[in-house]
């Protein structure tokens, strides 16, 4: 019985020295905070994630809310100093001050990222593709920004928020883009 009892301490005593082997050899390369956060309970990791990229997602939203108003549409134009834009260059721009690198189109846009081709799973500063003119042809882009709602350039308003679940855009969602 003795003999068993020292066995079995034996080996936890030497799960935990290859453990601690592990941490702290895995740790070495990483800078402080990266070896802090690597030892963190995961839970905590995950929410700080998860913190940063809602943050991230209402700095979308807001910076494309401060352009209402102020941006005239016209199609294949990226004039960002007089705020003459089409419809991806206004998403490029606002992605682009919140530090995300975009490329100028909706076609190319609609690359981006994870595909969300369901409504309901859309998440806020989610780039909305749509189809205006050719059933099934992407041709329209807008950000996300909740409750069944996103804000684009448009031909006839310049940047709006519209209801993505009524009226004209209704039937023209083809998909999003989770970047």
């Known amino acids: 019985m003795q003999t068993l009892k020292n066995n079995r301490l034996s080996k936890s005593l030497v799960g935990i020295s290859l453990s601690l082997s592990l941490l702290t050899s895995g740790t070495m390369f990483l800078s402080p905070q990266s070896a802090h956060a690597a030892a963190a309970p995961a839970a905590t990791a995950t929410y700080s994630a998860t913190a940063t990229s809602a943050s991230k997602a209402d700095s979308i939203v807001r910076t494309a ?62 780039l909305v593709f749509f189809s205006v003119s050719k059933p099934g042809r992407i041709n329209h882009v807008g950000i996300y920004v909740g409750n069944g709602k996103f804000i684009s350039n448009t031909t006839s308003s310049g940047v709006v928020i519209r209801d993505m679940n009524t009226g004209y855009w209704k039937d023209r969602f083809i998909t999003g883009r989770h970047l």
């Open 65 to 126: 809310q401060s352009y209402i108003g102020k941006v005239r549409y016209v199609f294949g134009v990226r004039d960002t100093k007089r705020l003459l834009l089409d419809c991806s260059a206004y998403t490029q721009m606002v992605f682009k001050q919140n530090g995300i690198s975009i490329p100028w189109g909706s076609s190319a846009q609609a690359k981006l990222g994870t595909p969300v081709k369901n409504k309901s799973q859309l998440q806020k500063g989610d």
